[in-house]
């Protein structure tokens, strides 16, 4: 990389993906501007032109060039800007690695909406769901710092993006991450006890906030 690159995201707050995004530039050590997205009330051109196939943040424009996808572009950083990498060194660890990166993509988020996005028993079978995720990912974690070992690294990027957003799903779904995964709620501290981490990750109450705005919007109370 140049001194003279460009790196921008389209970005908005509250999103875990673009978390994920300024995370991994945030430990690289990668000056870039933020540029938030209005996505209620009304998608940028930007945006439109740069992800027109999905139409959504988190987009990273590195010297103008489009990336979309934030798992891909989080290795698309790691790529670029090598040192101190985030993957680890041997083929299997990595893809060990990219294993349970898929497997927080399909599942927490959409887990996690599942008990804040819903009422009555839906919201029941989706908490249970989020608490048995929890309860696989403490598996993964088992007694080691983070879940490549001694070091922060892709897959603790990937998941302590989703952080913020637990509080809400603990006060919908009545329960406690603490209760249920405690190792897990021992290395979200762990993570956020990281500059790069308590820098980008957005305030939990008012992440909470925004869902019970979100839920009035779409009629749910």
């Known amino acids: 990389m140049s001194k003279g690159d460009q790196v921008e995201i389209l970005d908005f707050w509250a999103s875990p993906f673009c978390a ?8 690289k ?3 870039h501007v933020d540029s938030e997205e209005d996505l209620f009330g009304g998608k940028s051109e930007l945006l439109l032109k740069s992800n027109p196939i999905h139409q959504r943040v988190p987009v ?9 996808e934030s798992a891909i572009i ?10 101190k990498s985030l993957l680890p060194t041997c083929a299997y660890d990595r893809a060990q690695a990219r294993f349970w990166v898929d497997y927080i993509d399909k599942k927490v988020f959409e887990t996690g909406r599942s008990v804040w996005a819903s009422n009555g028993e839906e919201r029941e079978v989706g908490t249970r769901d989020f608490i048995e995720v929890l309860k696989h ?15 922060f690294g892709y897959v603790d990027i990937i998941a302590i993006s989703h952080s913020a957003w637990f509080l809400a799903y603990e006060k919908f779904g ?14 979200i501290k762990r993570c956020l006890q990281r ?12 992440v909470y906030q925004f869902v019970l705005h979100f839920r009035k919007m779409s009629g749910l109370d």
């Open 60 to 68: 990273l424009l590195h010297n103008g060039k489009p990336i979309a």
């Open 174 to 187: 009545d329960f406690k991450v603490a209760d249920h995964s405690p190792k897990i709620s021992a290395w």
């Open 137 to 151: 990912l403490e598996e993964a974690l088992g007694e080691k710092d983070y879940f490549g070992g001694d070091g």
């Open 20 to 27: 994920r995004v300024k995370i991994a530039l945030e430990e």
């Open 74 to 83: 989080v290795s698309y950083i790691d790529e670029v800007w090598p040192s």
């Open 195 to 206: 500059e790069s981490v308590a820098k980008v990750l957005p305030d939990p109450e008012k």
């Open 29 to 31: 050590g990668v000056k």
